[in-house]
């Protein structure tokens, strides 16, 4: 289940479940999306980016969903494993070469 | 391809020393961008460069200072460390457009 942590909030899933890890995001005006995974020690890793002219886009058993209407963005990890047990941060680009960030959300993923 | 690196990895120094964390890009991406992620606050844009001798202030600049001489290097300097400063520093690069990509980060404590 989703819970809120100390710091972060966290999501526990059982090895091969789908995770959803949902972010809002603040300016109506962003026109491109990001989500990072950050391992622990690690630097922030690319997973997938959305255009905002799109809704949904998929990679490698990741699937981004944008909705412009709530202002909301969600992560689908199709089969979870253990490896994929990381920080994951959505990031938009409000149109001037920077990105804003969320805070992230952990997920924990139990063999 | 090295991609992008940070150096020192680990830094240990005392209230009111100089330091400067160096970062290197091998993509000769025109943007750079340095970060600073703690606890609660997540990542948070110190300074950014969108090319040689181009440098521009983020979220939160006080107390450090940049300098882009060559596209390939942009260290960042805290000109006398406080305590506050102890956190963890990421360095990015990109084309100014889309993603940006992350070095391994600087772990510096101020004692």
């Known amino acids: 289940g989703e819970s809120v942590g100390l710091h ?89 070469s920077t990105l804003t960030f969320g805070k992230g959300t952990m997920l924990l993923v139990s063999p | 391809d090295a991609g992008i690196t940070q150096s020192p990895r680990y830094k240990i120094t005392e209230t009111g020393r100089q330091v400067t964390l160096m970062c290197h890009q091998t993509w000769s991406h025109s943007y750079m961008f340095w970060y600073r992620q703690d606890l609660g606050h997540g990542l948070r844009l110190i300074y950014y460069s969108a090319a040689a001798d181009i440098t521009d202030k983020g979220e939160v600049p006080d107390g450090y200072v940049v300098s882009r001489s060559k596209t390939e290097n942009f260290p960042l300097t805290l000109e006398s460390a406080t305590r506050s400063q102890t956190s963890v520093y990421f360095c990015a690069s990109s084309t100014g457009e889309e993603t940006q990509y992350f070095g391994p980060g600087t772990r510096l404590l101020v004692l």
Request: hydrophobic share 35%; glycine share 6%; net charge positive.
């Open chain 1, 8 to 96: 972060l909030p966290t999501l526990s899933v059982q090895e091969g479940d789908n995770s959803i890890i949902n972010c809002a995001y603040s300016n109506s005006a962003s026109d491109y999306f990001i989500w990072y995974k950050q391992e622990s020690g690690k630097g922030p890793q690319f997973i997938i980016d959305i255009r905002s002219n799109m809704d949904k886009r998929q990679g490698q058993r990741v699937t981004v969903l944008l909705n412009k209407t709530v202002k909301h963005l969600s992560l689908q990890i199709a089969a979870t494993q253990p490896g994929d047990s990381a920080v994951y941060f959505c990031a938009e680009n409000r149109g001037y």
